[in-house]
């Protein structure tokens, strides 16, 4: 994927199988959302094609929703006045037949599916933990609630593999133990996960495998000890410097906040990497750069 003289991200296999964790992790700017939204047809790859369960994909959100790959964003995009279990039941709609004129007329097929949709979407807030709560807006809810929301809006299009792009960013250590959890849950369930995060303790502790991408390329891919080990990944995250030593008790995960990173990053700085989760407000760039 080619932005003017930029490669953001090249050419970049990945395999992630049914009941597996795979983290992406990479310094910001690596291309690990340009991967995701190249994958999901947010954005057409200017070479290349996207093969999923061997088939190919084409760039439509709604094919690749179809063919079970679904995502979450780094920047929440739920349906703000709409109530939680609308948001779940938004999900869903890819799996039912219904059409525009059976939808109008309300007819006993509508009304057999519409009833069903919102069975399995009351399922999947009570699976995320959100039961109570189907009838709140969803701009009301607390930031981990939106995240789960949109986890669970995700989970409805029955998918084969989840993406989910930086799920803990902005959670408090409650709320990111409780999304990890609920990973590892969904997991269980069979399914395949891809997840971005730049906390590296939540990472290592969650996925397993790693692939590291650095300036599009895949630069390590491994076990998390061995990934969280190599020297390249160190470099590609804080370079060779006189504060090294220090630097690297973060990439163990031991120091802090245990993330990797130096600065906090403003919405639209795009620059360095972030010293933890809590900031969680990033420029916009799911596809509408
Ligand atoms: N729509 C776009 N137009 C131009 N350049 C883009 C666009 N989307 C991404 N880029 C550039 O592609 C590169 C990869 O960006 P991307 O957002 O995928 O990185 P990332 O690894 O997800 O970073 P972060 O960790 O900060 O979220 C960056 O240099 C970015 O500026």
């Avoid at 929440?76 to 006045?81: G, S, V």
């Avoid at 599009?216 to 410097?241: F, H, M, N």
Wanted: charged share 25%; with cysteine; hydrophobic share 35%.
């Amino acid at each position: 994927m080619r932005f003017g003289g930029l490669t953001a991200v090249g050419a970049v296999d990945l395999d992630v199988y049914p009941g597996e964790i795979v983290g992406l992790i990479g310094p910001n700017g690596a291309g690990k959302t340009t991967f995701f939204n190249c994958l999901t047809g947010l954005y057409q790859p200017t070479e290349g094609e996207v093969t999923f369960a061997g088939t190919i994909l084409p760039p439509r959100p709604r094919r690749v929703v179809q063919a079970g790959m679904s995502r979450t964003f780094q920047n929440i995009r739920l349906f703000a006045n709409m109530t939680a279990l609308e948001n779940v039941m938004v999900g869903r709609y890819c799996r039912t037949s219904s059409g525009p004129l059976t939808s109008i007329l309300r007819g006993p097929k509508y009304r057999r599916e519409e009833a069903e949709t919102r069975a399995r979407a009351q399922e999947l807030l009570d699976y995320v933990g959100l039961g109570g709560y189907e009838e709140h807006l969803a701009r009301n809810l607390p930031y981990g609630h939106q995240r789960r929301l949109e986890i669970a809006r995700a989970l409805a299009t029955e998918p084969k593999l989840v993406l989910l792009d930086e799920p803990t960013a902005g959670m408090n250590p409650q709320e990111t133990k409780e999304a990890t959890d609920l990973i590892f849950k969904i997991r269980d369930s069979g399914l395949a996960v891809v997840v971005i995060e730049h906390d590296m303790r939540f990472i290592f502790r969650l996925c397993n495998r790693v692939l590291c991408l650095v300036r599009g390329k895949a630069l390590v891919e491994g076990t998390p000890a061995e990934v969280q080990s190599d020297p390249r990944v160190i470099e590609a995250y804080i370079g060779t410097g006189d504060d090294e030593e220090e630097d690297l008790e973060s990439v163990d995960g031991d120091a802090g906040n245990g993330v990797v990173g130096g600065g906090s990053r403003e919405p639209g700085s795009g620059g360095s990497t972030r010293l933890d989760g809590s900031e969680g407000r990033h420029e916009d760039k799911d596809g509408d750069r």
